[in-house]
């Protein structure tokens, strides 16, 4: 098993050459879904986990939160599982 460790803009131009090859190498990749669900999604370089996530009694999509969900759906359709989420921090003015 070979893992790889890139910055984010590594990792973004490293998917766009093999996944265009149809490079063999990736099984599993972590991406992020606002910069590149839509363009994965669409060009089928993402396996649609609908019925994955919907179909196993003891996995309850419902429990991930609403905004994460709705970041790895397209067209509904699910192409990833959230294992992390990004909001904003307020800072403190004045």
Do not use: C, H
Request: negative net charge; charged residues 20%; glycine residues 8%.
């Amino acid at each position: 098993m070979v893992v790889s460790t890139m910055t984010a803009d590594q990792l973004s131009s490293t998917y766009n050459v093999k996944l265009n090859a149809s490079a063999p190498d990736i099984d599993v990749m972590m991406y992020r879904p606002l910069q590149e669900q839509l363009l994965f999604a669409r060009n089928g370089w993402l396996a649609d986990l609908t019925d994955l996530v919907s179909g196993d009694a003891e996995y309850d999509w419902a429990d991930v939160q609403e905004g994460a969900r709705e970041r790895v759906t397209t067209e509904g359709r699910v192409f990833g599982v959230p294992i992390i989420t990004e909001r904003p921090t307020p800072t403190g003015a004045g």
